[in-house]
Structures are given as C-alpha cells and as structure tokens.
Nanobody
C-alpha cells in the first residue's frame, strides 16, 4: 500500500471510548499524526508521535486521548476516552508529514 489506512471509527455516546488504528504504508517510520476534520471546519492536528516515542497533543484532547505505536505491527493507535460531541469528525492519519489516509468517521452522540 502507498498510503496509511485508518480504521476503528464508529458511533459512540458521550463519555464513551474508541480506539482508532492507522497501519503505515511500510515506509521507514519517522512520525505519524492524527488529524480530524469536522463538517464546515478546517482539518486540525489531534496528536503526533515520532520515531523516538515523543508525543504531542492538541489542548482540546490532552488528558483524554493517547497516541501510541506498535512497531511490530507498523501501527499507530489513538485511544480516545471521555468522548464529547465536539469530537465528532473524520479522523485521518498522516504518515511522515505528507501521506494521508482516507479517514475514518467518529460520531459522538449527546
């Protein structure tokens, strides 16, 4: 595959949890980012992780979301807890700063 592939989206009630997965393309891993885009809004950064394991989060998700990597499976995860309706969006992963996945829909009902 030439682009990362996301999965794990779905419909969840407010306060619930989801875990998103992003399988990399097989290129040498430098960094992976999770982004999201809500209807009518610009795409925004959610979290990133680099090859050294350093992570970075948007203020709006700190303490609720956790990004992690399982190198053996070439997969990056986004564990999302305490979900809020405002988290509703299409979630994308971006590999090494330039290769986008197709996205996975997350819908949080109130």
């Amino acid at each position: 595959q030439v682009q990362p592939v996301e999965s794990g989206g779905g419909l969840v009630q407010a306060g619930g949890s989801l875990r998103l997965s992003c399988v990399g393309s097989g290129r040498i891993f430098v960094r992976m980012g999770w982004y999201r885009q809500a209807p009518g809004k610009q795409r925004e950064l959610v979290a990133t992780i680099n090859s050294g394991g350093s992570t970075n989060y948007a203020e709006s998700v700190k303490g609720r979301f956790t990004i992690s990597r399982e190198a053996a499976k070439n997969t990056v995860y986004l564990q999302m807890n305490s979900l809020e309706p405002e988290d509703t969006a299409v979630y994308y992963c971006k590999e090494n700063g330039y290769s986008w996945g197709q996205g996975t829909q997350v819908t949080v009902s109130s």
